[in-house]
T-cell receptor, first 114, second 110 residues
Framework: KAGVTQTPRYLIKTRGQQVTLSCSPISGHRSVSWYQQTPGQGLQFLFEYFSETQRNKGNFPGRFSGRQFSNSRSEMNVSTLELGDSALYLC?????????????FGQGTRLTVV | AQRVTQPEKLLSVFKGAPVELKCNYSYSGSPELFWYVQYSRQRLQLLLRHISRESIKGFTADLNKGETSFHLKKPFAQEEDSAMYYCALSEGQAGTALIFGKGTTLSVSS
């Protein structure tokens, strides 16, 4: 069974640009969550989607948005990039969408904003 | 506000020594707690969750609601246990929203 796949693995963007990251969950998983990982703040929850609906959202500005498609693939978008958005973005999928169900993580997309 | 604290950034032990990775939390409801582990060049993966009350790779963790702690323990550390360990707490009624601690690097040397 293929794991959670995130593309691209690495990105370099300029301040002010926007970026879209993609996450393909494990087949059959309907819940996709996104996290930002930085050395200073650690892992922080961005948002969670289940069956194309956003159910939970973390404390991030509106520049961070996401969506989920009918095949459960998810994208997150960051507009008007700032230097502080440089981070590793992790996606996790789960079968039921309940927190007690194991979340499987992707390898992440490393975003560098210059 | 919900928060997970892992007071040690780095824990260094010798092979065969006992290990205890500390985790304290603050949460107003009934928490669900987890330990995740990231081995070198591998993905973040679930190690264990408190509701399962299981032992994985010799690790156990007991939820102590009085002390709001969920420490991870192993009686005899192995070199392959060297990794980054994250304690996490669930948030919300549904969804896989997790609040993570900042992590503790465990280094086991021979």
């Amino acid at each position: 069974k293929a794991g959670v796949t995130q593309t691209p693995r690495y990105l370099i963007k300029t301040r002010g640009q926007q970026v879209t990251l993609s996450c393909s969950p494990i087949s059959g998983h309907r819940s996709v969550s996104w996290y930002q990982q930085t050395p200073g703040q650690g892992l922080q929850f961005l948002f969670e989607y289940f069956s194309e609906t956003q159910r939970n959202k973390g404390n991030f500005p509106g520049r961070f948005s996401g969506r989920q498609f009918s095949n459960s693939r998810s994208e997150m978008n960051v507009s008007t990039l700032e230097l502080g958005d440089s981070a590793l973005y992790l996606c996790a999928s789960s079968s039921t969408g309940y927190v007690s169900t194991e979340a499987f993580f992707g390898q992440g997309t490393r975003l560098t904003v210059v | 506000a919900q928060r997970v604290t892992q007071p040690e950034k780095l824990l260094s032990v010798f092979k065969g020594a006992p290990v205890e990775l500390k985790c304290n939390y603050s949460y107003s409801g009934s928490p669900e707690l987890f330990w995740y582990v990231q081995y070198s060049r591998q993905r973040l993966q679930l190690l264990l969750r408190h509701i399962s009350r299981e032992s994985i790779k010799g690790f156990t963790a007991d939820l102590n609601k009085g002390e709001t702690s969920f420490h991870l323990k192993k009686p005899f550390a192995q070199e392959e246990d060297s990794a980054m360990y994250y304690c996490a707490l669930s948030e919300g009624q549904a969804g896989t929203a997790l609040i993570f601690g900042k992590g503790t690097t465990l280094s086991v040397s021979s």
